[in-house]
């Protein structure tokens, strides 16, 4: 079954480092979302990403914090200068469409460490 | 503001019985609400999604409900089973929004 897929599944960084979380979405989806989960929190929604721009994004999402698709298959989440509330597992997530029967597909995150 | 809840936090049952798990919504104007099942570690894998026109939606032995009205959706489980174990979550999509909104989450826990 095609499946996301997200590397690394850890990172470790510095505060005020900048760091690069790759995803591969499933081949023929065309939306594609960043999701977070802090430790013991809920999944937060970060930002979506339709036909090479942001079609929408939370205020989570600030100016620290870009996404790119720079080629056919992966979609990458920048987080400029890290800070330790950024720790958090940062989630992948897919979809075929959009609409009342859109199913997500999830990768298995990355856990993303701020020292 | 729009907010999904789910109670209990945890729950414990011993091999073989059914359960229920809770999910309430805030805004009945949901577009559809998704189950999720969460493993310690790992993503989240989706188990069913009700669309805003349906009332439930089966796969094998979970039965996932919506009732829009009261805000409401619960996820049964028939037989549970150990493999059963992990966390769940209940999402709930607004309007043609992209996001999605997460509950808290049950951890359910099947005692052999």
């Known amino acids: 079954e095609p499946e996301v897929t997200q590397t690394p599944s850890h990172q470790v960084t510095q505060m005020g480092q900048e760091v690069i979380l790759r995803c591969v979405p499933i081949s023929n989806h065309l939306y594609f979302y960043w999701y977070r989960q802090i430790l013991g929190q809920k999944v937060e929604f970060l930002v979506s990403?339709?036909?090479?721009?942001?079609?929408?994004k939370s205020e989570i999402f600030d100016d620290q914090f870009s996404v790119e698709r720079p080629d056919g298959s992966n979609f990458t989440l920048k987080i400029r200068s890290t800070k330790l509330e950024d720790s958090a597992m940062y989630f992948c997530?897919?979809?075929?469409?959009?609409?009342?029967?859109?199913?997500?597909?999830f990768g298995s995150g990355t856990q993303l460490s701020v020292l | 503001k729009q907010e999904v809840t789910q109670i209990p936090a945890a729950l414990s049952v011993p091999e073989g019985e059914n359960l229920v798990l809770n999910c309430s919504f805030t805004?009945?104007?949901?577009?559809?609400l998704q189950w999720f099942r969460q493993d310690p570690g790992k993503g989240l894998t989706s188990l069913l999604l009700i669309q805003s026109s349906q009332r439930e939606q089966t796969s094998g032995r979970l039965n996932a409900s919506l009732d829009k009205s009261s805000g409401r959706s619960t996820l049964y489980i028939a037989a549970s089973q150990p493999g059963d174990s992990a966390t769940y979550l209940c999402a709930a999509t607004y309007s043609s929004a992209s996001k999605i909104i997460f509950g808290s989450g049950t951890r359910l826990s099947i005692r052999p």
């Open positions: 997530a897919s979809s075929e469409g959009q609409g009342a029967h859109r199913k997500l597909f």
């Open positions: 990403f339709y036909n090479n721009e942001i079609s929408e």
């Open positions: 805004d009945s104007a949901i577009y559809n």
